[in-house]
C-alpha cells in the first residue's frame, strides 16, 4: 500500500500531463505532494524526512518552473532527487549511529550483517546515482514527452527491478545463512 502511496505523484503528473500540459502537471504534483504531507500528518504525526525532503525539492523546482514558465526546472527533478537519496545513502556510512539507512530502515525486521547492508547500500548509492545522469541525458536528447514517459515509467521501473533483485539477492544471502531456511 506504502508503494502506491510514493507513486501517486509520478500518477498524477503523467495523466495530468497527458490531459493538458507540463505546467499543470507540475502544480497538480505540487498539489497531490502536499495532500500526501497533510495526510501522512494526520494519521502518524510525523512525515518521513525522505518524503519532506522530496516534497520540498517538489515544491521549489515546480515553483520556478511555474513563475519561470521553463519546464527544464520540472525535469531536473528527479536528478536532483536521485542525487541526495545517493548523498543520503552515501553519507550514513560516515554519520550518525554507525549504521547505514538500509540498517535504519530495516531494524530488526531483517537479521542482516552490516557487511551485507553496507552492500546494498553502495548499490543503492550507484542505482540513484546512475538515475540522475540518466535522468538529464532523456531531458537533453530526447522531446518533453519522452522524458514524461521516462520519469514515470523509467525510473519507477528501474527502481522496481532494482528491489525486486535485491530482494531476491537478500533471500540467497538468508538462505545460505541459515540452511534450515532451505526446507
Not at 39 to 68: C, D, E, N, S
Not at 126 to 141: D, P, Q, S
Request: overall charge positive; hydrophobic content about 55%; some cysteine.
Amino acid at each position: 500500500m506504502q508503494a502506491l502511496f510514493d507513486l501517486l505523484p509520478a500518477v498524477v503528473f503523467f495523466v495530468v500531463y497527458r490531459s493538458f500540459d507540463i505546467y499543470t502537471a507540475t502544480a497538480a504534483i505540487m498539489v497531490t505532494m502536499a495532500a500526501q504531507l497533510a495526510y501522512q500528518w494526520l494519521r502518524h504525526r510525523k512525515v518521513p524526512k525522505m518524503f519532506l525532503a522530496t516534497a520540498v525539492v517538489v515544491w521549489l523546482f515546480g515553483t520556478i518552473t511555474l513563475v519561470l514558465r521553463n519546464p527544464l526546472f520540472i525535469q531536473w527533478k528527479p536528478t536532483i532527487v536521485s542525487w541526495f537519496f545517493a548523498l543520503a545513502f552515501f553519507g550514513s556510512h560516515f554519520v550518525g549511529q554507525k549504521k547505514t539507512l538500509i540498517e535504519r530502515a530495516m531494524g530488526d525486521s531483517l537479521p542482516l550483517e552490516p557487511a551485507l547492508c553496507r552492500q546494498l547500500s553502495v548499490m543503492w548509492i550507484a542505482v540513484f546515482a546512475l538515475l540522475g545522469v540518466l535522468n538529464l541525458y532523456v531531458v537533453y536528447h530526447f522531446s518533453e514527452e519522452t522524458w514524461v514517459d521516462f520519469k514515470v515509467f523509467g525510473i519507477t521501473g528501474i527502481t522496481l527491478v532494482v528491489a525486486l533483485v535485491q530482494g531476491l539477492w537478500i533471500y540467497l544471502k538468508l538462505a545460505k545463512s541459515d540452511p534450515q531456511q532451505e526446507q
